[in-house]
């Protein structure tokens, strides 16, 4: 794998990381700039996901960016090798901002513990210059 890449996926997959935090609603690690905003997920005490679904929802993600070319109307699934948790990320719209290709996506998390109705959290994401895709 050429040293770029291998930075591009490194960059994407902290990206994704943060992201899966989030839909996790774990209080997720926050740059320091970011700790003075409002958290909203502050005192939650629902389900959290282990660091194994979120390196499954990492990869889903970044195959559904990626290899799938972020197309409206694609998702992708995964599922937690110990947990049994699942997950889907899909494509909701594409649309440009400030010149660079982006994408609004959904994700949902259903825990397996948790029968009622998933967890979802609504985002966008835009490709940088470098073809590395941002939360925005």
């Not at 660091?51 to 990492?58: F, R, S």
């Not at 994408?103 to 966008?124: F, G, I």
């Amino acid at each position: 794998m050429p040293a770029r890449q291998f930075v591009s996926n490194a960059r994407l997959s902290k990206s994704w990381c943060a992201i899966f935090v989030l839909l996790g609603l774990l209080i997720a690690v926050w740059p320091t700039d970011a700790r003075a905003q409002i958290n909203p997920f502050r005192g939650y005490k629902g389900p959290v996901l282990p660091k194994e679904d979120l390196e499954a929802g990492q990869a889903a993600a970044r195959k559904l960016l990626t290899e799938d070319q972020a197309q409206v109307g694609k998702a992708e699934a995964w599922t937690g090798p110990k947990s049994g948790n699942q997950g889907t990320v899909s494509v909701l719209r594409a649309f440009k901002r400030q010149g660079m290709d982006c994408r609004a996506l959904k994700s949902e998390v259903r825990y397996r513990e948790d029968s009622s109705s998933p967890r979802t959290l609504n985002l966008n994401v835009c490709r940088l210059p470098s073809g590395e895709w941002k939360l925005m």
